[in-house]
């Protein structure tokens, strides 16, 4: 199949921008089934944004009625490693740090 250049119209900032044959042939070689609906600097911006509100929501304590997830003090049952956990603990189930419940839980698929 022969790719030839197509100027497209970027849905956020509305100018006009090429997709390349290269590009193209790219997308199909990937499975690709849409046009992009967005130049390269708005698809950065977007992809910096999603980057940028991921890591505020992972480091930031939660301001959107959510409050901050409370940590208590245990001590790992296995390597007697004190560690914390966000639950209350209680007696009766193994408490582990984070290196022994890796080991616990086993492979991840």
């Given at each position: 199949m022969s790719f030839v250049d197509k100027t497209l119209t970027c849905r956020d900032c509305g100018q006009t921008f090429?997709?390349?044959?290269?590009?193209?042939?790219?997308?199909?070689?990937?499975?690709?089934?849409?046009?992009?609906a967005r130049c390269r600097n708005?698809?950065?911006a977007?992809?910096?944004?999603?980057?940028?509100?991921?890591?505020?929501?992972?480091?930031?304590?939660?301001?959107?009625?959510r409050s901050q997830r409370e940590m208590y003090p245990a001590v790992c049952?296995?390597?007697?490693?004190?560690t914390m956990v966000p639950f209350q603990?209680?007696?009766?189930?193994?408490l582990y740090c984070s290196?022994?419940?890796?080991?616990h839980r086993g492979p991840r698929y």
């Open positions: 090429v997709w390349t044959a290269g590009e193209q042939e790219f997308y199909q070689s990937r499975g690709f089934q849409h046009e992009p708005c698809r950065n977007r992809k910096a944004e999603r980057a940028g509100s991921a890591a505020d929501a992972a480091t930031t304590p939660r301001g959107s009625g049952d296995e390597c007697g490693k004190p603990p209680t007696s009766g189930k193994p290196e022994c419940f890796e080991r």
